[in-house]
């Protein structure tokens, strides 16, 4: 079995329509599947919804598909990031679900996990439990929350098998496990494709069963805030 | 004089324990871990998917998979642990995280806490905050204690959409420190070199005490 394709176009191909859904890993820039979402751009289809914690910053990730008004909504934690996305917001032009980021988490991982809805006690109580059941269980009301299945999900790992077993790297992992879990086709695109059985079994982060496509290629890894300390003097 | 930021974020490391798992949010509480008391074990959570947050890298060491949830570049420590953000909310619902001590817009009496938007004007999100004040053993929240122009931020009611109905357990602002009680707050200290009755003429909300 050999899942590999040799670009992202080609892994998009048949993959895309207008008005679909589409789940996105990463964190901020971390870990962002920015060989897909750039292949996106370059095919053009429109109207998308978008879930994703953030939405890239401008010119960059999530960022490239707004600039080119290819998304109709967003759904997210956090766009603090983005002033392109901010003015289409304001300005009508974009809509926007802030889902609570634990909550977009789990949406994720129920939808991919055959769970239609979940109870949570995040959001009681704020504008997010507005139109949602409330319930009460020992004494705490929790709001009922939706699995989410995506027609698509795009995620970035470090390595991959052939069969599409995926290891991250670090923080990178972040919502990359749990997007690539939701979506109805799922395509990953990683920093080395590496044979079968060159991954220790037990050291897999996602197992294949999810993976669809697999594409590799150069990642830029952009850095989105550069902190560092001050060596000591020896 | 009111604390500064620096001398807040230490008096915020008073409230750790030994062996708590923490999770700090950004801005002054990100500066809690310069004043961990020494002997004392504290874990950081980075709800990005990580605990056991070491310090920035040092020049020419960022590396872009390592990120907190600031986006800042940061290291590993010898315990870190790395996962994703489904387990990392997981942990927080769950109630494995001790403490959270997150920044604030407004805070009230019941203990509501407003982080997150100023509508029409700031449309930020609200990241992991409602996951975190939904969630935690306790949440301190660290602020300002008034607006630039003056007024409180301490209120008897926010105005701004909340994070949080009554999450609230200890409020540490630059004039002093307050806990959410019965019918209101509770004054616990005073800054040093502000007075008990500059504290109460500063504060909009109800002090029982």
């Known amino acids: 079995m050999n899942k590999t394709y040799p670009s992202a176009a080609a892994a998009l191909d048949g993959a895309l329509f207008d008005g679909m859904t589409i789940a996105a890993g990463g964190f901020g820039l971390c870990g962002i599947p920015e060989l897909l979402i750039a292949a996106i751009r370059e095919n053009g289809v429109k109207n998308l919804t978008v879930a994703s914690n953030n939405a890239g910053t401008d010119g960059f990730g999530l960022g490239q598909l707004l600039e080119s008004r290819q998304v109709k909504k967003m759904i997210a934690s956090y766009v603090g990031e983005n002033a392109e996305f901010m003015r289409q917001y304001l300005s009508g032009e974009l809509e926007l679900e802030f889902n609570p980021q634990g909550t977009l988490a789990e949406r994720m991982r129920a939808g991919g996990a055959g769970i239609p809805g979940f109870y949570t006690a995040t959001g009681v109580g704020t504008v997010i439990a507005e139109g949602k059941e409330h319930k009460d269980f020992d004494g705490r009301t929790y709001i009922l929350e939706r699995g989410m299945v995506t027609d698509l999900s795009i995620v970035k790992a470090w390595k991959a098998d052939t069969s599409g077993n995926l290891v991250f790297r670090k923080t990178a992992r972040n919502f990359n496990a749990p997007a690539a879990t939701c979506g109805k086709i799922c395509i990953a695109e990683v920093e080395e494709i590496v044979p079968m059985g060159s991954i220790d079994p037990d050291h897999i982060h996602v197992p294949g069963i999810y993976v669809h496509r697999l594409i590799t290629g150069q990642h830029e890894k952009r850095i989105e805030q550069r902190t560092v300390r001050k060596r000591e003097a020896a | ?209």
């Open chain 2, 1 to 209: 004089m009111p604390w500064d930021r620096n001398q807040m974020a230490a008096r915020a490391a008073q409230e750790l324990q030994d062996g708590w798992y923490v999770n700090l949010g950004i801005g002054i509480p990100t500066l809690v871990s310069n004043y961990i008391p020494e002997g004392m074990t504290v874990t950081l959570q980075s709800e990005n998917g990580m605990l056991g947050m070491g310090p920035f890298p040092f020049e020419g060491e960022e590396d872009p998979d390592l990120i907190n949830a600031g986006k800042q570049t940061i290291t590993e420590l010898p315990q870190t642990a790395y996962f994703d953000s489904a387990t990392s909310f997981a942990m927080i619902r769950g109630g494995k995280i001790a403490m959270a001590i997150l920044g604030g817009m407004e805070v009230s009496e019941s203990g509501d806490l407003a982080n997150w938007m100023v509508p029409g004007k700031l449309v930020k999100g609200m990241g992991g905050a409602m996951d975190l004040v939904a969630g935690v053993g306790r949440v301190v929240v660290v602020m300002d204690h008034t607006s630039k122009t003056g007024e409180s931020k301490v209120l008897k009611e926010c105005s701004l959409p909340l994070t949080g109905k009554g999450v609230v357990n200890r409020i540490i602002t630059n004039l002093g420190v307050f806990d959410v009680v019965e019918g209101g707050l509770s004054i616990v200290e005073c800054a040093e070199g502000v007075t008990e009755a500059e504290l109460r003429a500063a504060t909009e909300a109800t002090i029982v005490n």
